[in-house]
């Protein structure tokens, strides 16, 4: 139930604190979803949608550097990579 | 799907399964707490990549399956109110209360509606002013966003004819009620990435500290599950005991101020009394004294029910990783997802349903 979806918003449609409206494209439908949690996102950007609201921006750096992290596990095919100390800006603790 | 398709990749998962093997020496148990990740992990076979060293606990993590009987008693009794619209998410429609189901009760005629958001049912209300309207405000941190701007913007738009039955329910305690239980298995947590989502993971260093284990903030794609488990075992094969975050594309340390402040002054923290473990203090949400003409329990005069769990259902041990699904008696003879006997048969994030979903045939042998 804590199912999550990620979209991207294509036009921000309401303004104001509780009504920050856009319409959002996940999975080739386009939703109206509450938007006055991210406030920082924009036309373009993807957001993280749960029961009509987004709840969180996608971060495509961290997105990039784990995709990345996992490339190169796969490259070595394991086995040679060190640990996580070779990621200079993560994980956070 | 962008941000989806990328984290199903088959070499990278091949990869981390490999990667684990390579580095585990010693048995280790570790427990998913979100459903959704126990959906994931059994759909995708994830335990089977995994070491046999390594043990999966599937944690409490459904909101639909720890809701108290009591609460889906209140819910019932509500939903056959002839006055009222009750709107629910349609998961909660099939969990077996002491006696029925909503289903039953929409069966008999109750007016009892499905909908995807709150703000949904706050429309309802809106369209249908002389009828009551309420809503099941079930869910975890993750789903309380939503039920606070919707609480928030009743108030604001003065809607007298909503209410909510409110059973929001909180991670970080249930983590420390399974920790402090005598038995307790669990060395390792993945934590759930869309509750810290909402409230972020500052909350988990103490705990992580107190009880010496390492927590880790995890996604729910196979490839976000594996490096989850994978932080997490090297954390146990080091002796290290850390908070750290493999799912930073969504989660921040901070979690979502703006959802957070809204949730401060709609909620108050409150006991709650979760379906197969039992009442853990301060673990719940539920409205502030502003918002308590909002508040279904105060303003309906509900009767007091003694709750019934039906006495063959072992789903308090498998909330609590003590049991595993195919070990119940009644798993997928008297018990069926048609059926339910307990709820983590009900939700497809409930253990047992997952199981019987994905598991029948080798559930003998699993
Ligand atoms: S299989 Fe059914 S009866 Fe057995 S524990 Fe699961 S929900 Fe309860």
């Given amino acids: 139930m804590c199912l999550a979806v990620p979209g991207k918003i294509m036009t921000v449609t309401g303004e104001g604190p509780l009504n920050r409206t856009g319409k959002v494209e996940f999975g080739g439908v386009l939703r109206d979803v509450n938007l006055a949690y991210v406030p920082e996102a924009d036309t373009g950007d993807w957001v993280l949608i749960h029961a009509g609201f987004a709840i969180s921006t996608v971060d495509e750096e961290e997105a990039a550097l784990t995709l990345e992290e996992m490339k190169r596990l796969a490259d070595v095919g394991g086995g040679l990579i060190g640990d996580e100390s070779d990621r200079e800006d993560g994980p956070v603790s | 799907m962008k941000h989806v398709e990328e984290y199903r990749d088959p070499e990278a998962v091949l990869a981390l399964a490999k990667e684990i093997k390579r580095i585990t020496t010693k048995p280790w148990t570790i427990m998913e707490i979100c459903g959704g990740q126990t959906h994931s992990i059994v759909r995708f076979g994830i335990d089977e990549l995994l070491p046999d060293e390594i043990t999966l606990v599937h944690g409490p993590g459904c909101p639909v399956c720890v809701t108290g009987v009591g609460l889906i008693d209140k819910a019932i009794e509500l939903a056959r109110n002839p006055e009222l619209i009750f709107c629910s998410f349609g998961d909660m429609m099939r969990v077996p209360g002491s006696d029925v189901d909503l289903l039953a009760v929409k069966a008999e005629g109750g007016d009892v509606r499905m909908v995807y958001s709150p703000m949904d049912a706050l429309q309802i209300a809106e369209d249908n002013p002389d009828k009551e309207v309420l809503f099941f405000a079930v869910g975890f941190e993750t789903t309380a966003p939503a039920t606070a ?213 080798t559930s003998t042998t699993a």
């Fill in chain 2, 149 to 361: 701007m919707t609480v928030a913007q009743a108030k604001e738009k003065g809607i007298h004819n909503f209410s909510l039955l409110v059973a929001h329910v909180l991670v970080p305690p249930a983590m420390e009620a399974i920790l402090s239980m005598p038995g307790t298995q669990v060395q390792g947590f993945l934590a759930a990435g869309h509750v810290c989502a909402v409230t972020g993971y500052e909350e988990y260093h103490p705990i992580s500290e107190k009880y010496a284990i390492p927590i880790v903030v995890t996604g729910f794609e196979p490839v976000d599950i594996l490096q989850g488990m994978l932080y997490t075992i090297r954390q146990l094969e080091a002796g290290r005991n850390e908070v750290e975050n493999t799912y930073s594309r969504i989660v921040r340390p901070e979690g979502n101020l703006a959802a957070m402040k809204l949730i401060g002054s709609v909620f108050d923290v409150v006991d709650r009394s979760w379906r197969g473990i039992g009442e853990i203090a301060a673990s719940g949400w539920g409205l502030r004294e502003e918002y308590h003409s909002f508040d279904a329990e105060r303003k309906f005069n509900l009767g007091q029910q003694v709750a019934k769990e039906n006495p063959i259902c072992l789903s308090g041990q498998i909330l609590q990783g003590i049991t595993k699904p195919h070990e119940c008696p009644a798993f997928g003879t008297l018990c069926t997802p048609e059926h339910p006997l307990g709820a983590t048969m009900v939700s497809s994030e409930g253990a047992c349903a997952a199981y019987y979903k994905y598991r029948r045939q």
